[in-house]
């Protein structure tokens, strides 16, 4: 009996550890998913403010500012979840109670003031982000251009031409401003004539001269 006993403990200290490696796995794992979606928002960020003095905004499949949020989104979802795969069993496996107990304050103090930055910087983000409003035009020729509501009054917009494959640069030379006092972004249509790129956005129509994709 007592070696039967003996060796369902050691059978399961072995299913034991397999968890915990399990764990740490995922944990670093999530963790890694972190810093690398954190990284390149807080990249993009940068290259956004770097862009905006010369009216430029970055468009993959969306605008800029919406990716930002969505990468501190991601970033903070999965750092939430590896340090719960990994410092609660950590601390757990700490003898000394005094030491355990101070290192848990520590650990919550610091994932606290993390969090607070975080959630500051994704506040931000996803205040741009609710504030952006771009549309993609795409003429049947292959030339497409950007159309945005930057503020809050209706009747302004801004029209962006491509510079490079994934950078749109703001049109100078139109009025920005609808004659009907209400520019819908999202219904326009882009057609070539001639030598220039006519865009129509309900009653509103803008002549892109020198505009190509």
Request: net charge negative; proline share 3%.
């Amino acid at each position: 009996m007592e070696e039967v006993a003996v060796e369902s403990d050691g059978i399961l200290e072995l299913q034991d550890n397999k968890v915990s490696r399990k764990q740490l796995a995922w944990g670093f794992l999530l963790l890694a998913v972190a810093a690398i979606f954190g990284l390149g928002a807080g990249w993009l960020w940068a290259w956004l403010d770097q862009l905006s003095p010369s009216g430029q905004v970055v468009f993959f499949i969306v605008s800029g500012w919406p990716m930002v949020f969505c990468g501190f989104l991601i970033s903070g979802l999965s750092a939430v979840a590896g340090l719960l795969c990994l410092v609660p069993k950590m601390i757990t496996r700490i003898g000394r109670k005094g030491v355990r107990v101070s290192v848990r304050i520590l650990v919550h103090l610091g994932v606290t003031a993390a969090s607070l930055v975080w959630l500051g910087f994704w506040l931000i983000s996803g205040l741009n982000a609710l504030m952006s409003d771009y549309h993609k035009i795409n003429a049947e020729t292959g030339e497409s251009v950007v159309v945005s509501k930057p503020g809050f009054d209706p009747a302004d917009f801004v029209v962006y031409a491509p510079k490079s494959p994934f950078v749109y640069q703001r049109v100078d030379g139109i009025s920005g401003h609808s004659e009907s006092r209400l520019f819908v972004s999202d219904h326009c249509t882009l057609e070539r004539q001639d030598t220039a790129l006519t865009l129509t956005c309900g009653t509103d129509v803008v002549t892109l001269t020198n505009q190509t994709n």
